[in-house]
């Protein structure tokens, strides 16, 4: 198996012998037999173990466990410990999604302190199977079909041409220790699930299964780079603002859902939520759905809105306070010569009654519009001028108490307009 793998390190351009290996060891089988491989090969490495303090006696007998044999192995140990359950429950992710976060940032800081050139994981080719079946499972694309690369970047897999069964008889024929994690036998997890229930059956089917999973991967990554041309391609033509981006259905065609699948996904919206933004491509205007990191898509006139949100700010600000926006406010004493834009106003300072605040949009403002007689409801004004709904929630309100006095940018409230009785004039300009 050692010649597998240095040949395997070679051929894929893995690592140099002037490298610095950093190695992620959790004392398992597959992560022990990295250690030995890649230091009876000759490399310079480097052992990195985290304690997630999730087994309690036993994570941290895995921690002296690695410690010793990095002793008697003269490689150097670096350890973090991580309080992993209660940063997961803080942040509202799983545990198993807050431990990989943690352990690959811990890596990457290692590998800039101390000079390394590579970080080595011990996925083999039955992790390559489980991937790529989880993924199909759930729904993917490309690139989950075609599974981990051996290089992504300064991490590489130099195991990921050896299976399982192959790790296990050199741990054995070279009467090597290691420590048995027992949430691998756990059947609550879904891929020990595919681990135990699944790939063994595959196996009887095919038993040169990763010989053929092997060729379909090296096939779906020529398709995966011409697929990447178009791609690209594809958004070149995306009409992309400061704000928002804009997917049209006269690029949008057929042919192109696996493009708005893969831009989707790395906004963070999931496969099921996707085909529910699909299946809305002729639902009426203004369906939307949130991704992760807050990013939000909307339908409406044959396209889709994509856009970051930020935090809605709930809080008012009065005129005197630090305000959310540049806004430059001055009295002055009638006759005024006006010279009014959407962005300066010339409000009857007589006509005030409260203190002048700002404020977001909400259900049942209302004003009557510059010029009008009659109110309207700002839902109505905002679907009339076809603000869309970034436009909507980043749109500030000029207010006197509760009454509408000017939709900053846009229009003013003919209730508080200038006329031949006015005595003092508020003007004020958005900057």
């Given at each position: 198996?050692?010649?597998?793998?240095?040949?395997?390190?070679l051929?894929?351009?893995?690592?140099?012998?002037?490298?610095?290996?950093?190695?992620?060891?959790?004392?398992?089988?597959?992560?022990?037999?990295?250690?030995?491989?890649?230091?009876?090969?000759?490399?310079?490495?480097?052992?990195?173990?985290?304690?997630?303090?999730?087994?309690?006696?036993?994570?941290?007998?895995?921690?002296?466990?690695?410690?010793?044999?990095?002793?008697?192995?003269?490689?150097?140990?670096?350890?973090?410990?991580?309080?992993?359950?209660?940063?997961?429950?803080?942040?509202?992710?799983?545990?198993?999604?807050?431990?990989?976060?943690?352990?690959?940032?811990?890596?990457?800081?290692?590998?800039?302190?101390?000079?390394?050139?590579?970080?080595?994981?011990?996925?083999?080719?039955?992790?390559?199977?489980?991937?790529?079946?989880?993924?199909?499972?759930?729904?993917?694309?490309?690139?989950?079909?075609?599974?981990?690369?051996?290089?992504?970047?300064?991490?590489?897999?130099?195991?990921?041409?050896?299976?399982?069964?192959?790790?296990?008889?050199f741990?054995?024929?070279?009467?090597?220790?290691?420590?048995?994690?027992?949430?691998?036998?756990?059947?609550?997890?879904?891929?020990?699930?595919?681990?135990?229930?699944?790939?063994?059956?595959?196996?009887?089917?095919?038993?040169?299964?990763?010989?053929?999973?092997?060729?379909?991967?090296?096939?779906?990554?020529?398709?995966?780079?011409?697929?990447?041309?178009?791609?690209?391609?594809?958004?070149?033509?995306?009409?992309?603002?400061?704000?928002?981006t804009?997917?049209?259905?006269?690029?949008?065609?057929?042919?192109?859902i696996?493009?708005?699948?893969?831009?989707?996904?790395?906004?963070?919206?999931?496969?099921?939520?996707?085909d529910?933004?699909?299946?809305?491509?002729t639902?009426?205007?203004?369906?939307?759905?949130?991704?992760?990191?807050?990013?939000?898509?909307?339908?409406?006139?044959?396209?889709?809105?994509?856009?970051?949100?930020?935090?809605q700010?709930?809080?008012?600000?009065?005129?005197?306070?630090?305000?959310?926006?540049?806004?430059?406010?001055?009295?002055?004493?009638?006759?005024?010569?006006?010279?009014?834009?959407?962005?300066?106003?010339?409000?009857?300072?007589?006509?005030?009654?409260?203190?002048?605040?700002?404020?977001?949009?909400?259900?049942?403002d209302?004003?009557?519009?510059?010029?009008?007689?009659?109110?309207?409801?700002?839902?109505?004004?905002?679907?009339?001028?076809?603000?869309?709904?970034?436009?909507?929630?980043?749109?500030?309100?000029?207010?006197?108490?509760?009454?509408?006095?000017?939709?900053?940018?846009?229009?003013?409230?003919?209730?508080?307009?200038?006329?031949?009785?006015?005595?003092?004039?508020?003007?004020?300009?958005?900057?």
């Amino acid at each position: 198996m050692k010649k597998v793998v240095e040949e395997f390190i070679l051929n894929k351009g893995l690592l140099s012998k002037d490298d610095k290996v950093l190695i992620a060891v959790s004392g398992g089988r597959d992560s022990i037999v990295l250690l030995f491989v890649l230091t009876q090969l000759g490399y310079d490495v480097e052992v990195a173990h985290c304690n997630y303090k999730l087994r309690g006696e036993e994570s941290e007998k895995d921690e002296r466990f690695v410690q010793e044999l990095c002793v008697q192995l003269k490689v150097p140990f670096h350890l973090k410990s991580f309080d992993t359950k209660n940063l997961a429950k803080e942040e509202g992710v799983s545990i198993q999604m807050k431990a990989r976060d943690l352990r690959y940032d811990w890596f990457e800081e290692l590998k800039i302190n101390l000079k390394i050139d590579r970080i080595a994981i011990a996925h083999h080719l039955d992790d390559q199977l489980e991937t790529i079946l989880i993924n199909l499972t759930r729904g993917t694309g490309i690139k989950g079909l075609r599974g981990m690369k051996e290089k992504r970047g300064d991490i590489i897999r130099p195991l990921l041409c050896v299976s399982r069964d192959e790790v296990n008889d050199f741990l054995f024929a070279n009467h090597i220790p290691f420590r048995e994690d027992s949430s691998n036998a756990s059947g609550k997890y879904f891929r020990n699930k595919i681990r135990h229930q699944v790939i063994p059956v595959l196996k009887e089917i095919n038993p040169s299964i990763f010989k053929a999973i092997n060729n379909t991967t090296e096939r779906l990554r020529n398709v995966e780079g011409k697929w990447e041309e178009h791609y690209s391609d594809w958004l070149n033509k995306l009409k992309v603002t400061d704000t928002k981006t804009i997917i049209s259905f006269d690029i949008a065609e057929e042919n192109s859902i696996s493009f708005i699948q893969q831009f989707l996904r790395a906004k963070g919206f999931s496969y099921p939520d996707i085909d529910n933004v699909l299946a809305a491509k002729t639902a009426i205007k203004g369906k939307r759905f949130l991704g992760k990191d807050n990013w939000v898509i909307i339908t409406g006139n044959n396209q889709y809105e994509l856009y970051l949100q930020e935090e809605q700010d709930t809080n008012e600000y009065y005129l005197s306070d630090k305000l959310p926006i540049n806004l430059s406010v001055s009295v002055a004493t009638a006759p005024v010569e006006i010279s009014a834009t959407l962005n300066k106003v010339y409000l009857n300072a007589d006509k005030v009654q409260g203190k002048l605040k700002l404020r977001k949009w909400k259900e049942g403002d209302w004003f009557v519009p510059f010029g009008m007689k009659g109110k309207q409801k700002l839902s109505d004004y905002f679907i009339n001028n076809k603000f869309s709904l970034s436009e909507k929630e980043a749109t500030w309100l000029l207010c006197d108490n509760e009454k509408v006095v000017w939709i900053i940018g846009y229009r003013s409230d003919n209730r508080y307009r200038v006329d031949d009785s006015t005595k003092n004039v508020y003007v004020i300009e958005l900057n």
